[in-house]
């Protein structure tokens, strides 16, 4: 018989908390590289500028610390528990909304979440979390959280195409959305991007295309040949830096893709900014 | 360079701003989003009185992070304009000067700077840990109850902007956009 490894609900909150601070205060270090190469790389001088100066705010929020962007974000947590882990106390839920209300309070991070779409108070706390859970192999518990911001969030577009719009569909519909989304996700962007499954899986797999921060190529040459091509078209567009003009309109493009339906094609584009945020610990 | 600006403005020293300029702003500004606007522009048409005076004065659409012990402000930075346009006509006509956001704005926001005399800066967004370090004081004055949302009264000190939109209407986004493609990318790629 398998063991099963406690973990108490009171360890996830102290887990959570921790996180909500990090991702606020401290840029991945891929996203900060990827910055830093980009100012670097850029031709036009204002954008050059621009970004120098959100290379330096990275560095300075950290130094402080204090978070990189006054948009502490909704907070969406991804929990991956081992089928081996009995957790103690309160429920995982409950326990991940104790971590964001402490993290968000005693971290000085700010509370942007209302109770209802339409009456619009806010809940004081940052809670409830988003949170999607998947249960894995083994005893041990990740946490990763992401607060995502509402300038990049709003900017976000999902279509349900069909087999005949098929490869050029999905490209004109990522191009367009970036041209939509224009300067107000701050650019230099990140784009998460889904591609088949249902209505609901393809807008989460947008949403891990961003979050995952995968560093290097996509392991399927196809798709790494579309994040590329896909990345090229947007920095030719001219957008740039806060959309004043450059190179830089975007400073990645990830790709998720799942099996889908034989009548369709859904593509999801989650829009994040050059302030995609993360931190992760495994219990 | 930079020019240095004191707010709140005089209209002639907003006439000499072009889109595109840098300034280093100092003085007094009003933070009010989504929600404040909701509630100023809905006691205007009641022919209310705002609860602060800001005729003459400039509103930077953001709700900073809460202010830590031992600081002056918390992190702080703009929100996305475009919210905000269905508000803008009826403030810059009641007599704001000068507002600060990011992103580009619809084309009735844009009319409205022209026909009012007033400017569109904007910051650079993401840069709030930066920005902190320029805010002076921050001081709720107004719908306590909204949080983050307040209105609260800042004390700034060359805080960089860019003139986005200029009281002539030229409009920094199109512009900077247009010289990029015409005099830098082609030489890329
Ligand atoms: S879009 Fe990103 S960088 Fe811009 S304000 Fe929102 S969280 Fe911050």
Known sequence: METLRTITSDEIAECVARLCVRACNELPAAVYALLCAARDAEPYPPARETLALICENVCTAAAQPMPICQDTGMTVVFAEVGQNVHITGDTLENAVNAGVTRGYTEGYLRKSVVADPFRRSNTGDNTPAVLHVRLTAGDRLKLTVCPKGFGSENMSRLAMLTPADGLEGVKAFVLETVRLAGANPCPPMMLGVGIGGTFEQVALLAKEALAELREGPHPDPFYDRLEKELLAQINRMGIGPQGFGGLTTALSVRIKAAPTHIAGLPVAVNMGCHVTRRASETL | ?189
């Open chain 2, 1 to 189: 360079m930079a020019v240095s600006l004191l707010s709140p403005f005089t209209p002639q020293a907003l006439w000499a701003l072009r889109a595109g300029d840098q300034v280093l702003l100092s003085g007094v500004v009003y933070t009010a989003r989504d929600a404040a606007h909701a509630r100023f522009c809905d006691a205007l048409g009641k022919g209310e009185p705002l609860p602060v005076d800001l005729r003459g004065q400039t509103i930077f659409y953001a709700g900073p992070t809460p202010t830590p012990p031992g600081r002056s402000s918390g992190s702080i930075g703009p929100t996305t304009s475009v919210r905000m346009d269905p508000y803008t006509p009826q403030l810059l006509r009641y007599g704001v000067r000068a507002v600060i956001g990011k992103g580009d704005r619809g084309s009735a926001a844009r009319d409205a700077f022209t026909a009012n005399g007033a400017v569109y800066f904007v910051a650079i967004g993401g840069c709030a840990a930066y920005m902190a370090s320029c805010v002076k004081s921050v001081e709720v004055v107004a719908y306590d109850d909204l949080g983050t949302e307040s209105v609260k009264r800042l004390t700034v000190e060359n805080m960089p902007l860019i003139v986005a939109i200029d009281t002539l209407g030229h409009n920094a986004y199109v512009d900077g956009q247009a010289r990029y493609l015409r005099d830098f990318a082609t030489d890329i790629r």
